[in-house]
């Protein structure tokens, strides 16, 4: 998993409130077990009409969002079902960061354990980060993982907090399988005592 420490990048704002996961990736994208590839299709039926053109209107069309790393969004981010290609098709899209009022608990989980850090935030807070993202690709928003400082670009800062272990996990580039792999001499340890004093297992 990619390391996220500090990025500073182009912030699209979404002002939509209970975006599901059938609105971030709809179903018929579900086929695939690649992680890669699913970008193009996210937010599939805002961001093209029913021939596959481009609707012009929606955000992450408009020329000076197409490289957003950060999406500032309404409360109750990523309810509906559990799919685990929402933040899949997030991370291939190239943002990095959602920041909204709340979110909903698996789709948050899943965030961190696909490389993306979602901030939530008081509505009031988001409000001052949405109206810096509307400003387009010129105002660039800083996220520092670290500090847990994010930085508009007027120089606003506001801070955030992140559960330490998840906060390790990012930092590190740690998803579920890093974390096992990390223990890898102790498990071997354990096999091969395991191995001598019960044989027969």
Not at 35 to 63: H, S
Request: with cysteine.
């Amino acid at each position: 998993m990619d390391k996220f420490e500090k990025i500073t990048g182009i912030a699209a704002p979404l002002p939509l409130v209970n975006i599901d996961t059938d609105m971030i990736i709809p179903k018929q994208y579900l086929k695939t077990i690649k992680r890669e590839g699913l970008g193009v299709n996210l937010f599939d039926e805002m961001r093209y009409d029913q021939d596959g053109n481009e609707i012009p209107d929606f955000v992450l069309n408009k020329p000076a969002y197409r490289e957003t790393q950060i999406l500032v969004a309404g409360e109750n981010f990523g309810c509906g079902s559990s799919r685990e290609h929402a933040p899949w098709a997030i991370k291939d899209f190239g943002i990095r960061c959602v920041i909204a009022p709340s979110f909903a608990d698996i789709f948050f989980n899943n965030c961190f354990k696909n490389g993306i850090l979602p901030i939530p935030l008081p509505q009031e807070q988001v409000d001052i980060l949405m109206k810096d993202a509307e400003k387009g690709a010129n105002a660039r928003m800083t996220v520092d993982l670290e500090s847990q400082v994010i930085t508009t670009s007027d120089g606003v800062e506001i801070a955030f907090e992140v559960d330490p272990f998840r906060k390790h996990c990012l930092l590190e580039g740690l998803d579920d399988i890093g974390l096992t792999l990390n223990k890898a001499p102790a498990i071997d340890g354990f096999e091969s005592k395991m191995a001598q004093e019960r044989p027969w297992v």
